[in-house]
């Protein structure tokens, strides 16, 4: 019974993602994307506490759920080792 709910669940998240977009792309596009979302972060954070400054701000939380959920959801994944600069196809 398992067995079937998740390939009807895998099958309705693989039409999700084609339809957002996502679903579209290579794992590789999809790992630079992120790589590159990633990047974009850290260059506007800088040496910020923040991500506006010194304060605290809504936006902080909400980037930290999201790096949050890649980095500790699922460990070994795509994610957890790109952030943490263990996957070597993007050093």
């Not at 709910?5 to 339809?19: C, D, L, N, P, T």
């Not at 630079?32 to 800088?46: N, P």
């Not at 949050?68 to 460990?75: D, T």
Request: include cysteine; charge should be neutral; proline fraction near 2%.
């Amino acid at each position: 019974m398992l067995r079937i709910y998740g390939f009807f669940a895998s099958r309705g998240v693989r039409k999700i993602m084609w339809r957002q977009g996502l679903g579209r792309h290579t794992r590789d596009e999809f790992m630079e994307m992120m790589l590159g979302d990633l990047r974009s972060i850290s260059d506007i954070m800088g040496k910020n506490k923040f991500l506006l400054g010194d304060e605290v701000c809504e936006e902080d939380f909400a980037i930290f759920g999201m790096l949050a959920n890649c980095l500790w959801a699922i460990p070994g994944s795509p994610y957890e080792k790109l952030m943490t600069g263990n996957d070597v196809i993007f050093k």
